[in-house]
């Protein structure tokens, strides 16, 4: 059974940190690019960053840029997203997701995860 599974959410003061796991059972992550994607209430679903199977390239939102890192370890089937300098604005119910190759468009994802809170609060 292909499963994904966020976890390493949590509520983060404001410049604080976290780091989100996204695991993968049921198939090998090597073969996929991976996305991370969060969705605020009241919003749409915002790409945020993903990663590259063959060559490790990423790309992120202007949004995250210089604050976000994602990245892979295949031989943990788990890909990380690394989240610095929070703000209350990236407060939201974040998402990993696979795919064929690095893009922020949402519909070109297959299987997702069932998501895991972020709130960047004082």
């Known amino acids: 059974q292909v499963q994904l599974v966020e976890s390493g959410g949590g509520l983060v003061q404001p410049g604080g940190s976290l780091r989100l796991s996204c695991a993968a059972s049921g198939f090998t992550l090597d073969y996929y690019a991976i996305g991370w994607f969060r969705q605020a209430p009241g919003k749409e679903r915002e790409g945020v960053s993903c990663i590259g199977s063959s060559d490790g390239s990423t790309y992120s939102a202007d949004s995250v840029k210089g604050r976000f890192t994602i990245s892979r370890d295949n031989a943990k089937n788990t890909v990380y997203l690394q989240m610095n300098s929070l703000k209350p604005e990236d407060t939201a119910v974040y998402y990993c997701?696979?795919?064929?190759?690095?893009?922020?468009?949402?519909?070109?994802?297959?299987?997702w995860g069932q998501g895991t809170q972020v709130t960047v609060s004082s």
């Open positions: 997701a696979t795919t064929t190759f690095c893009t922020l468009v949402s519909g070109l994802y297959k299987y």
